[in-house]
């Protein structure tokens, strides 16, 4: 089974700070994925990457940016953390081509 | 962009009941719509999903039904059982390299015995 690994289950953090998020996926999957889920909002698009050093905004990009240096690893970076950014933050990977995602545990982020 | 509605938000359903969970979407070019269910304290898991060349898509005891010239796609949940119960999200794409998905709001379902 394919196995998407999100380092955190829960996470708090001060506000103003820099936070990373760590997502890896071990199937060799050329797409990855960053959502926030909210309650009443659904999951919303954060960021995505079809391959390796590339990435392009979603819908709610404005807060965060991302790294893709290797194939396996995406990581969402919060530059400075605000309590608007509460969420639970899922990570999430697809073989191109196919177009089912498999989704992470998720990282539940609360900034104070 | 593509808009993907969903209701109802919750729904309460006995055990052996049927459940109907509905979706609409705004861009007629999108031709692949996925269902996907997140139990607690878990990560969403796709369990059904249909292509817009086909109508009606069952998997044992769950269905997708779509109709593109509505632009409208259902979930449809015959005896349910407890394990049923958890949050369901429908989803659109585009298909192609640079495809993704938009989900909508979520259902909340709760099968009770």
């Known amino acids: 089974d394919v196995k998407v690994t999100q380092s955190s289950r829960y996470l708090v953090k001060r506000t103003g700070e820099k936070v990373f998020l760590e997502c890896v996926q071990d199937?060799?999957?050329?797409?990855m994925f960053w959502y926030r889920q909210d309650p009443g909002l659904g999951l919303r698009l954060i960021y995505f990457s079809y391959d390796v050093k590339m990435k392009e905004k979603g819908d709610i990009p404005e807060g965060y940016s991302v790294s893709r240096e290797k194939k396996e690893r995406f990581s969402l970076i919060l530059e400075s953390a605000s309590t608007n950014q509460t969420s639970m933050y899922l990570c999430?990977?697809?073989?191109?081509?196919?177009?089912?995602?498999?989704f992470g545990s998720g990282t539940r982020l609360t900034v104070v | 962009g593509e808009n993907v509605e969903q209701h109802p938000s919750t729904l309460s359903v006995q055990e052996g009941d049927s459940a109907v969970i509905k979706c609409t979407y705004s861009?007629?070019?999108?031709?692949?719509f996925p269902w996907y269910k997140q139990e607690l304290g878990k990560g969403p898991q796709l369990i059904i999903d249909?292509?817009?060349?086909?109508g009606e898509k069952k998997d044992q005891r769950i269905a997708v039904t779509l109709n593109k010239t509505a632009k409208h796609f259902s979930l449809h949940i015959t005896e349910t059982q407890p394990e049923d119960s958890a949050v369901y999200f429908c989803a659109a794409s585009r298909t192609g390299t640079a495809s993704k998905l938009t989900f909508g709001t979520g259902t909340r379902l709760q099968v009770t015995l």
């Open positions: 861009d007629s070019a999108s031709n692949y």
């Open positions: 999430a990977s697809r073989l191109t081509g196919y177009y089912g995602y498999t």
């Open positions: 249909i292509r817009s060349n086909v």
């Open positions: 199937m060799d999957h050329e797409n």
